[in-house]
């Protein structure tokens, strides 16, 4: 496996756009991404599914070298600006948890999460990288927005890979690093059978 790829290993073959996703830190400086990946990235996150079609998902998509980007950069960890500063997009991912009825969303965060998963495929079909960070200053970022009700859920770092960025640790261990995951008998819940109705 090379780092560059680092595909799954898997017990059954999975789609390449599947088994070929990871979440690299290392970044192109000099990448720019097209007005054209911009919309089809959105536009997979647009189609994806939702509770009673409610489509809670929202965005903020910041380019690199905007003031919009800096702002955003500005408000993650520590630990993430070291390297999303290269990303050439930060995307601010938010979740309408209450309708415009005022009717809480039960299932927002959820349908968010399966946005921004589409969202990767399709980045992924377009030859770049995700990293999707939850380590953010929250009240920051929702400050930033200025859009009253909805949640900052993730900002998601999308560019291109560039395997020759050199990274400080522990990022480079983690870079390296091979791709992991649970069996999936570790991921199987038990399920208890219905009672039998007592004969009559």
């Known amino acids: 496996m090379s780092i560059a790829t680092k595909t799954a290993t898997t017990a059954e073959p999975l789609h390449p756009l599947l088994a070929q996703r990871w979440s690299p830190r290392a970044f192109a400086p000099d990448h720019q991404l097209t007005e054209q990946q911009v919309t089809a990235l959105l536009e997979a996150a647009r189609w994806a599914p939702s509770a009673s079609n409610t489509q809670p998902w929202r965005f903020a ?71 999707q960070m939850g380590g953010f200053d929250r009240e920051r970022i929702a400050a930033v927005l200025a859009a009253p009700g909805v949640t900052p859920m993730v900002v998601v ?8 960025v050199r990274l400080q640790e522990p990022f480079v261990g983690r870079e390296a690093a091979a791709r992991d995951r649970l069996p999936i008998q570790a991921l199987l819940l038990p399920v208890r059978p219905a009672p039998v109705p007592a004969a009559a």
């Open 61 to 131: 998509v910041t380019l690199r070298g905007s003031a919009e980007h800096a702002a955003i950069l500005d408000a993650l960890a520590p630990g993430n600006q070291a390297w999303a500063h290269a990303a050439s997009a930060l995307i601010v991912v938010a979740a309408e948890t209450a309708g415009p009825d005022g009717k809480a969303q039960p299932w927002a965060a959820y349908d968010t999460g399966q946005a921004v998963a589409h969202l990767s495929v399709q980045a992924q079909h377009e030859g770049l990288a995700v990293h």
């Open 157 to 164: 770092a999308v560019g291109r890979r560039d395997h020759a």
